[in-house]
């Protein structure tokens, strides 16, 4: 019930940045932690930043210090800052949400998807 579309997937060359944006919406509910999954052909998902709802953020050791993850809650969206972005960052990045459903006879919490958007990095 919880829809989450992704934009700002595209083409950069090494070095370059790039912003991603994730927004959820939906009816009745409430979100918990959110964050960026990626998956790159012959490799395994990689969690690549998460946020809490209270703002707390996480991040793969390999972007650590160039992605800078950010969540609006007042509009349901979380961003993902990409800078000095290398040709090992390509790939297709998935945003996540942890949802609770408000509307249904018990609440029900789940973990949303987003459709995935493209980042290739190559000169």
């Known amino acids: 019930q919880v829809e989450l579309v992704e934009s700002g997937g595209g083409l950069v060359q090494p070095g370059g940045s790039l912003g991603l944006s994730c927004a959820a919406s939906g009816s009745m509910f409430a979100l918990g932690a959110m964050g960026w999954f990626r998956q790159a052909p012959e490799k395994q998902r990689e969690l690549v930043a998460s946020?809490?709802?209270?703002?707390?953020?996480d991040y793969a050791d390999s972007v650590k210090g160039r992605f800078t993850i950010s969540r609006d809650n007042a509009e349901n969206t979380v961003s993902l800052q990409m800078t000095s972005l290398k040709p090992e960052d390509t790939a297709v990045y998935y945003c996540?949400?942890?949802?609770?459903?408000?509307?249904?006879?018990?609440?029900?919490?789940?973990?949303?998807w987003g459709q995935g958007t493209q980042v290739t990095v190559s000169s």
């Open positions: 996540y949400a942890q949802a609770t459903l408000l509307g249904a006879l018990k609440p029900t919490s789940y973990t949303a």
């Open positions: 946020i809490s709802s209270n703002g707390i953020t």
